[in-house]
T-cell receptor, first 118, second 116 residues
Framework: AQKVTQAQTEISVVEKEDVTLDCVYE???????LFWYKQPPSGELVFLIR??????QNEISGRYSWNFQKSTSSFNFTITASQVVDSAVYFC???????????????FGKGTKLSVIP | EPEVTQTPSHQVTQMGQEVILRCVPI?????FYWYRQILGQKVEFLVS????????KSEIFDDQFSVERPDGSNFTLKIRSTKLEDSAMYFC??????????????FGPGTRLTVT
């Protein structure tokens, strides 16, 4: 069975502070994909990043960066110089990889609500 | 940029009534999904659909639920006899058929279902 744990239920930071959202996962699969999604107050789910289990290289996209450490089964998300527009619930998710075309069921964590205070 | 759309944005229904939630996936996507999110909780997988049949379904997706692709663009979720506990946000998602990008699911804005 797969499991994604986001231990931080809520985080509040003051604008321009850096913040890291933690994600720890469990899976017996050797090949899998990890994701982060953003859910702003309007409710939609916005895809942020996909990471292959074989690719432990960290990724940076503007103010966002992701740290994947297979040894600790973690896939943490850092927002640098946070802004009010970053206020949202952030979900970490996991999919097992299939060798061919197949159905891909996302397993989500419970989410971390980030509030950025002006 | 193409996006998944869902209608209605909010549906209120009485317990025991049938509801149909509609989705228009991204046009070149061939995998379709329904997820639900009970208020304040995590997003849960319901069902996936490919080539006009269900690929996978969760324990939540019991006989009260059904999915259909009635035409070339719409993907629907039907709940036959709604219960209070069906109140949730229902998300439709879609992905391409093959390759690394097939793992990226793009979600619609959701339909908030309220059962009274």
């Amino acid at each position: 069975a797969q499991k994604v744990t986001q231990a931080q239920t809520e985080i509040s930071v003051v604008e321009k502070e850096d913040v890291t959202l933690d994600c720890v996962y469990e899976t017996r699969d050797t090949t899998y994909y990890l994701f982060w999604y953003k859910q702003p107050p309007s409710g939609e789910l916005v895809f942020l990043i996909r990471r292959n289990s074989f690719d432990e290289q960290n990724e940076i996209s503007g103010r966002y960066s992701w740290n994947f450490q297979k040894s600790t089964s973690s896939f943490n998300f850092t927002i640098t110089a946070s802004q009010v527009v970053d206020s949202a619930v952030y979900f970490c998710a996991l999919i097992r990889a299939y060798s061919g075309a197949g159905s891909y069921q996302l397993t989500f964590g419970k989410g971390t609500k980030l509030s950025v205070i002006p | 940029e193409p996006e998944v759309t869902q209608t209605p944005s909010h549906q209120v229904t009485q317990m025991g009534q049938e509801v149909i939630l509609r989705c228009v996936p991204i046009s070149n996507h061939l995998y379709f999904y329904w997820y639900r999110q009970i208020l304040g909780q995590k997003v849960e997988f319901l069902v996936s659909f490919y080539n006009n049949e269900i690929s996978e379904k969760s324990e939540i997706f019991d006989d009260q639920f059904s999915v259909e692709r009635p035409d070339g663009s719409n993907f629907t979720l039907k709940i036959r006899s709604t219960k209070l506990e069906d109140s949730a946000m229902y998300f439709c998602a879609s992905s391409v058929w093959a390759g690394e990008k097939s793992y990226e699911q793009y979600f619609g804005p959701g339909t908030r279902l309220t059962v009274t």
